[in-house]
């Protein structure tokens, strides 16, 4: 996994190895696109990794995961509500 300190710096600074993935994502600032924050709890539309889930055409770099497969409409769904629930930490 791209996104994890197993040997590495995680890619984008964002470590999603386990106990460290939350604090990487919810209010963290982007690092590939100034001014975006990773995951605003209560807002998945102005969430950045939902941006980058769906390769919206305003994201910087390449769509989410790199190289894919990339995940299903109902799969982003569930991050999304996540998301719209407050992000808890669960």
């Known amino acids: 996994n ?3 300190d197993a040997g590495r710096t995680p ?3 964002m470590n999603l190895r386990s106990g ?3 604090n990487s994502l919810v209010g963290a600032a982007s ?3 100034p001014g975006a924050v990773r995951v605003i709890p209560g807002d ?3 969430s950045y990794i ?3 889930l769906e390769g919206r055409s305003t994201i910087a ?3 989410m995961p790199l190289g894919g497969p990339f995940l299903e409409t109902g799969q982003i769904q ?3 509500r996540w998301i719209e629930i407050g992000a808890p930490n669960n």
């Open 78 to 80: 569930i991050i999304k």
């Open 11 to 13: 890619v984008a600074g």
């Open 61 to 63: 770099g390449v769509r």
């Open 44 to 46: 998945p539309e102005n």
């Open 50 to 52: 939902i941006h980058k």
């Open 2 to 4: 791209s996104h994890t």
């Open 31 to 33: 690092s590939g696109k």
């Open 20 to 22: 460290m993935a939350y």
